[in-house]
């Protein structure tokens, strides 16, 4: 398709891609953006929930471990993650950072030294907590089983501005793409001005096969009519996440691929538990996710706790029973309240092919995993027991949200992938800084810490440039 080479080609349009493409184009370098997910804005995003299912997500709304007992959430979109999420926003803390430290010999992974990088981040996007006078129901019923229980919570950060609760907005909308453009993603905060700077973005455009030639890079690509195109760069950018850049590097099996690659996958495993009140909650009403657990005994534990809910679509995967017992179920949608359980795994899977290309995800929740789980459930069953609930149900389907490893960071060649400069360790022109390269299950919502990494891994590809 193209005969321009460019600097820097970026696979993966979501918070690293976007953010390393605004960057990089910053500097003045000549880059491609390729996304294999739709571009859409907040006239065009899904109205219904199959249509965002379908639209948004890779695997028509949902892929399954090799048992179908976890399911991933893997967004496929520009914007990525920040378009389908909540915006949750929070810095790891040394617990993570000193954990990812032990493990990748990298001694920059501490609370002083990401700092600055946390605060860049931090600087390009509006953050806020939930007005008090406009957290509903669902949260009031975990802050008081809080306190019923002793334990602390606190308000949930999040990249927001301008929700307009006041005129009855109901965030769960915002799953299927914010129609007010207040929530912060990547598509409204960086994107517009890599833009402005030049940045050629090619949307429904998949990878499917990446080769060296000489100081080159050639990617293989189809685009949404099945076309074949060809991309050419000196630099090759990965951001297509844990699944799918371990994908394109196990199908274009590349000179000296590590033995690690797709090896050491975390997802933080969450389980949502719903309690049933004579009284209608309304847990999908207005902000449906403001609160989280900041119980020290948690944290220790390996575990966290939000008030969340989901769509219906979602909420019936999660309810069990079949037919008339399962529409009874549905029928109580609004007298539901919801507290999910979300783990900081230690048990990693891994990811592979299979003999016809597929990804083949081996993912288990065993072990300590298992009985973290339990410790967390049992929790949200004091809490509502202790709130009036007359019975709790606990979702039947482990979700993964956070998809984290298989392209792990690393001083060491021989345990890691990607080395200290965000480089592959042998192929010096291929970089990466999503959450793919992530050692360990950091037990702290990622988005941030992609952020900062994103911008410090920029920073790094830049002087290598300018010094070239």
């Given at each position: 398709m193209l005969s321009v080479i460019d600097d820097y080609l970026i696979l993966g349009a979501g918070v690293s891609g976007i953010i390393m493409a605004k960057e990089l184009t910053a500097n003045g370098a000549n880059v491609t953006l390729m996304e294999a997910g739709e571009h859409f804005n907040k006239d065009t995003y899904p109205q219904k929930e199959i249509d965002a299912n379908s639209k948004l997500y890779w695997g028509g709304g949902i892929e399954l471990n090799h048992q179908a007992t976890i399911g991933f959430l893997r967004p496929k979109v520009v914007g990525g993650g920040s378009i389908v999420n909540q915006a949750l926003l929070d810095r790891f803390d040394n617990v993570a950072l000193e954990s990812w430290s032990e493990?990748?010999?990298?001694?920059?992974?501490?609370?002083?030294?990401?700092?600055?990088?946390?605060?860049?981040?931090?600087?390009?996007?509006?953050?806020?907590?939930?007005?008090?006078?406009?957290?509903?129901?669902?949260?009031?019923?975990?802050?008081?089983?809080?306190?019923?229980?002793?334990?602390?919570?606190?308000?949930?950060?999040?990249?927001?501005?301008?929700?307009?609760?006041?005129?009855?907005?109901?965030?769960?909308?915002?799953?299927?793409?914010?129609?007010?453009?207040?929530?912060?993603?990547?598509?409204?905060?960086a994107l517009p001005k890599a833009l402005e700077n030049g940045l050629k973005l090619f949307s429904q455009m998949e990878a499917t096969?990446?080769?060296?030639?000489?100081?080159?890079?050639?990617?293989?690509?189809?685009?949404?009519?099945?076309?074949?195109?060809?991309?050419?760069?000196?630099?090759?950018?990965?951001?297509?996440?844990?699944?799918?850049?371990s994908k394109l590097l196990l199908s274009s099996k590349l000179k000296n691929a590590s033995l690690m690659l797709g090896k050491n996958f975390y997802t933080h495993p969450q389980f949502m538990s719903l309690g049933?009140?004579?009284?209608?909650?309304?847990?999908?009403?207005?902000?449906?996710?403001a609160m989280k657990s900041d119980e020290p005994h948690f944290r220790i534990s390996k575990f966290k706790l939000e008030n969340v809910f989901a769509p219906p679509v979602g909420l019936a995967m999660l309810l069990p029973g079949?037919?008339?017992?399962?529409?009874?179920?549905?029928?109580?949608?609004?007298?539901?309240?919801?507290?999910e359980v979300a783990i900081r795994d230690q048990v990693p899977g891994s990811i592979k092919l299979t003999s016809s290309g597929r990804v083949h995800i081996t993912k288990e929740l065993k072990g300590d995993d298992f009985q973290t789980y339990k410790r967390g459930e049992k929790v949200i069953h004091q809490i509502f027991y202790s709130t009036g609930a007359t019975k709790v149900i606990n979702g039947e389907l482990s979700i993964g949200l956070h998809l984290m490893g298989g392209l792990c960071i690393g001083e060491d060649s021989k345990s890691s992938v990607v080395n200290p400069d965000f480089q592959l360790h042998h192929a010096s022109n291929i970089f990466c800084a999503d959450s793919s390269i992530f050692p360990n299950a950091p037990g702290i919502n990622p988005s941030l810490t992609i952020m900062a990494l994103t911008l410090k891994a920029a920073d790094r590809i830049m002087k290598k440039a300018n010094h070239s």
């Amino acid at each position: 398709m193209l005969s321009v080479i460019d600097d820097y080609l970026i696979l993966g349009a979501g918070v690293s891609g976007i953010i390393m493409a605004k960057e990089l184009t910053a500097n003045g370098a000549n880059v491609t953006l390729m996304e294999a997910g739709e571009h859409f804005n907040k006239d065009t995003y899904p109205q219904k929930e199959i249509d965002a299912n379908s639209k948004l997500y890779w695997g028509g709304g949902i892929e399954l471990n090799h048992q179908a007992t976890i399911g991933f959430l893997r967004p496929k979109v520009v914007g990525g993650g920040s378009i389908v999420n909540q915006a949750l926003l929070d810095r790891f803390d040394n617990v993570a950072l000193e954990s990812w430290s032990e493990v990748s010999g990298i001694k920059d992974f501490n609370v002083e030294k990401m700092k600055a990088w946390y605060e860049k981040a931090e600087s390009g996007v509006k953050i806020q907590e939930i007005p008090k006078e406009y957290r509903n129901a669902n949260a009031d019923i975990f802050i008081q089983g809080f306190k019923n229980l002793g334990y602390e919570c606190a308000p949930l950060k999040r990249a927001q501005s301008g929700c307009e609760y006041e005129k009855g907005n109901d965030c769960i909308q915002c799953l299927s793409g914010c129609k007010l453009d207040s929530k912060q993603s990547t598509a409204i905060t960086a994107l517009p001005k890599a833009l402005e700077n030049g940045l050629k973005l090619f949307s429904q455009m998949e990878a499917t096969r990446i080769e060296q030639k000489h100081d080159l890079i050639i990617v293989h690509a189809v685009d949404k009519n099945k076309a074949h195109h060809t991309f050419k760069a000196k630099n090759l950018i990965l951001a297509s996440g844990a699944v799918g850049n371990s994908k394109l590097l196990l199908s274009s099996k590349l000179k000296n691929a590590s033995l690690m690659l797709g090896k050491n996958f975390y997802t933080h495993p969450q389980f949502m538990s719903l309690g049933l009140y004579e009284k209608e909650i309304a847990a999908h009403k207005g902000p449906f996710q403001a609160m989280k657990s900041d119980e020290p005994h948690f944290r220790i534990s390996k575990f966290k706790l939000e008030n969340v809910f989901a769509p219906p679509v979602g909420l019936a995967m999660l309810l069990p029973g079949f037919g008339k017992k399962h529409m009874a179920s549905m029928k109580k949608l609004r007298h539901y309240a919801c507290v999910e359980v979300a783990i900081r795994d230690q048990v990693p899977g891994s990811i592979k092919l299979t003999s016809s290309g597929r990804v083949h995800i081996t993912k288990e929740l065993k072990g300590d995993d298992f009985q973290t789980y339990k410790r967390g459930e049992k929790v949200i069953h004091q809490i509502f027991y202790s709130t009036g609930a007359t019975k709790v149900i606990n979702g039947e389907l482990s979700i993964g949200l956070h998809l984290m490893g298989g392209l792990c960071i690393g001083e060491d060649s021989k345990s890691s992938v990607v080395n200290p400069d965000f480089q592959l360790h042998h192929a010096s022109n291929i970089f990466c800084a999503d959450s793919s390269i992530f050692p360990n299950a950091p037990g702290i919502n990622p988005s941030l810490t992609i952020m900062a990494l994103t911008l410090k891994a920029a920073d790094r590809i830049m002087k290598k440039a300018n010094h070239s």
